[in-house]
């Protein structure tokens, strides 16, 4: 299956398969580049970096890798830069390829190097998980951490062509695989109510990795991406909506460490405290939350933050990308299947959101 990216910037394909070798082997046969080089981690690089070397050997006169520590911890500058010394030492010209194989945040350190290097060069992402297979390879969002904010040094830079297949998820840690369905249901909260239907009904097929429930989350995750990313590649508008949750997820990682809760688990908890939030504005009931904690929860995710103070909260989140003007904005739901973005600046309405999560009396 073959999934078409109208991002303004450029065309790409999504290919979404069985067996990650033969998706390669089709696209190698019809591309060519002068080098390439394959960004990994230590923990990818035992399972799959010499396959994949082999496909694309016979596409590049060279194949060069580097392999990284794996972890959110490590998605900063100083490991970006291991990157560039890579790409620097043999001599990579902007012809040549990078090749992202791991989950987001190989995808978003090789992104945002590719973005970088010589002013750009091209690269295609190989996302190994569900998280990066479904949301984060896709649509051109780079970016490291920094020790004050997640993600808060990027760029916006389309792949040339992304490749999700099946059969890397063998390999996948269950929590892993778990924290990727927060960005599955994710989808359908913000867009598609019947979406969260079959997911509620389906949630089990996906759980145990069967291949039609997850050929059908995948496909229809990324064409909601896709379509997205075609009307707003830069998210001055509707793009804004795929944050839904990650606000407060963002809070939650940057104040108990990158990589103690893991990308989608604290995505999970956001979007339990953006429900709250729609709660207070007026918009969803408590059923409506309680039924996004019921799925997350039948997903083995979190169904709630974790307790800190109001003020780090408050903190965290004046960081977030979407603030305008020094005013936050955030993705409410104004019913299950139906986001927006919204400001809210009203720091005793969000305190009341949290209160469940504040170790201080409200």
């Given amino acids: 299956m073959i999934l078409t990216v109208n991002a303004p910037s450029h065309r790409y394909p999504i290919y979404i398969g069985a067996n990650l070798i033969e998706l390669l082997q089709q696209y190698a046969a019809q591309h060519t580049a002068p080098s390439c080089m394959i960004v990994t981690n230590e923990t990818i690089a035992p399972l799959y970096l010499q396959a ?72 295609i992402q190989i996302p190994t998980t569900l998280l990066s297979q ?9 970016a490291v951490n920094h020790p004050m904010g997640k993600n808060m040094i990027g760029a916006f830079y389309q792949p040339q062509a992304v490749f999700a297949a099946h059969n890397v998820l063998n390999t996948l840690p269950c929590r892993e695989f778990s924290a990727g369905l927060a960005e599955v249901i994710k ?37 909601m991406k896709a379509d997205i990313v075609a009307a707003d590649e830069k998210e001055s508008g509707v793009r804004a909506l795929l944050n839904l949750g990650h606000t407060f997820g963002h809070a939650i990682e940057t104040e108990m460490g990158y990589g103690n809760w893991l990308h989608g688990e604290a995505v999970a908890a ?60 955030f993705v409410v739901l104004h019913s299950l299947g139906k986001a927006a973005v919204e400001e809210c600046n009203d720091a005793e309405l969000l305190r009341s959101a949290l209160k469940e999560w504040l170790p201080e009396k409200v």
């Fill in 52 to 123: 994949v070397a082999n496909v694309f050997q016979a596409a590049c006169n060279t194949v060069h890798s580097v392999v990284l520590p794996d972890g959110e911890a490590y998605k900063n500058l100083t490991t970006l830069n291991c990157i560039y010394d890579a790409l620097m030492t043999q001599r990579l010209e902007r012809k040549s390829t990078l090749i992202a194989l791991g989950g987001g945040v190989i995808g978003d350190m090789a992104g945002f190097a590719a973005a970088t290097y010589q002013r750009g060069m091209p690269f």
């Fill in 270 to 329: 956001g979007m339990v405290a953006a429900c709250r939030l729609s709660e207070k504005m007026g918009y969803i009931t408590p059923a409506d939350t309680r039924r996004v904690q019921q799925i997350l929860s039948a997903a083995k995710l979190p169904t709630e933050p974790p307790r800190f103070a109001f003020d780090k909260w408050l903190s965290h989140m004046q960081h977030d990308k979407k603030v305008q003007g020094g005013k936050m904005r």
């Fill in 187 to 223: 989808y359908a909260l913000l867009g598609d109510s019947a979406f969260l239907a079959w997911l509620e009904e389906h949630i089990t097929a996906l759980i145990t990795h069967n291949a039609d429930a997850w050929a059908y989350a995948v496909q229809k995750c990324c064409q």
């Fill in 134 to 142: 479904v949301d984060s390879s896709v649509g051109g969002k780079t």
